[in-house]
């Protein structure tokens, strides 16, 4: 089953007099469970379509299915509820709030949840804490955190909701090299664990290698497609759109 389905995705926006056309006729279906990367240069339209995969932006044309129910035409209430319930969000930066502890920031997104009673809430937190190897930090706050176990939380709270989607722009950008490893690593064994589907975007290499599936982009365009073949480890890359050619030069 697709848990994201995109068709025909146009994205403008409007800076003054000018628009700048960050996502041009993009259709493509995202199947549940992958461990997906999202690549290209700056300004290729990467966050562009992450924010309308999370429905925090809409599209200026084309319609968006997530788990198969479109988003297009809902209110603001309507895709706050469904973010509450069916993604997460894991950003460079952490996005944590400061005067929380790491318990407090990972219930944070629970708390709107009406149908999760206190028990649960204090329930997912000491559980998505273990998963990502922070139970005994669960008092600290962020500054009382190494950047890696910033992330770490971050993760947990992107998790406590259950969310059927994770999304995550350049998780590791604000890490040193083995601190990003080790939170792709996390990211990819709890993708396996709990079949959650992730969906990043990276301009890293190395991030990259580690993904199962990849899109890459240009110009507001998807390029290729590719899976990994599971025996060498190598990609099959299909290539689905060539430039215009005055991009192409
Ligand atoms: N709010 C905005 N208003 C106007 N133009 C925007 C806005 N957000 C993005 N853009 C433009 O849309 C295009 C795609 O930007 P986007 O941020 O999606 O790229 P990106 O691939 O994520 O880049 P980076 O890797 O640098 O984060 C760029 O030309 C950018 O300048």
Redesign the pocket.
């Known amino acids: 089953m697709s848990v994201v389905r995109i068709e025909h995705v146009y994205?403008d926006?409007?800076?003054g007099e000018q628009t700048?056309q960050?996502?041009h006729d993009i259709t493509w279906s995202i199947d549940a469970g992958v461990f997906l990367a999202i690549s290209?240069?700056?300004?290729?339209?990467?966050?562009?379509?992450?924010?309308l995969i999370g429905c925090i932006d809409k599209p200026t044309r084309g319609k968006i299915f997530i788990n198969e129910d479109d988003v297009s035409e809902k209110s603001a209430n309507e895709l706050a509820d469904l973010r509450a319930r069916s993604i997460g969000f894991v950003f460079q930066t952490f996005n944590l709030l400061p005067v929380l502890s790491a318990a407090e920031n990972v219930e944070y997104p629970l708390l709107r949840r009406a149908d999760i009673s206190p028990d649960e809430r204090k329930a997912r937190v000491n559980y998505f804490l273990d998963i990502v190897g922070l139970g005994k930090f669960a008092n600290h706050r962020p500054n009382q955190l190494s950047g890696g176990q910033r992330q770490r939380v971050a993760i947990a709270r992107a998790l406590a909701i259950k969310p059927s989607i994770v999304l995550a722009?350049?998780p590791t950008a604000n890490l040193d090299k083995a601190t990003g490893r080790e939170i792709l690593s996390l990211m990819k064994q709890i993708n396996r664990r709990l079949k959650t589907t992730f969906i990043f975007?990276t301009?890293d290499q190395k991030v990259i290698d580690r993904a199962d599936r990849l899109v890459q982009?240009e110009d507001?365009y998807i390029t290729a497609f590719g899976v990994r073949n599971e025996t060498d480890k190598s990609w099959n890359l299909a290539r689905v759109r060539t430039l215009p050619e005055s991009e192409n030069e």
């Open positions: 994205k926006y409007q800076l700048v960050a996502l290209g240069p700056s300004g290729s339209g990467k966050t562009t379509l992450l924010n722009d350049e975007s301009h982009m507001g």
